[in-house]
């Protein structure tokens, strides 16, 4: 669970960064929309692969 927390800190204060840096350069994101969406679910797709590979096995 530790990890999950670590995690979500890191990635939100990634964010807050990057739209810090692009605000600050004027910047849009470089993604569209649907290519962001599709990151994500891969995203969420990759992190529930391993554990679901550990109950299969086990």
């Given at each position: 669970m530790k990890i999950y927390?670590?995690?979500l800190a890191v990635?939100?204060?990634v964010g807050i960064l990057v739209g810090v840096l692009?605000?600050?350069l004027?910047?849009?994101a470089p993604a569209p929309p649907i290519v962001a969406l599709l990151g994500l679910l891969g995203i969420v797709i990759g992190?529930?692969?391993i554990p679901f590979i550990r109950?299969?096995?086990s």
């Open positions: 927390l670590l995690s990635g939100i204060l692009y605000y600050l004027d910047v849009k992190e529930q692969f109950i299969y096995l």
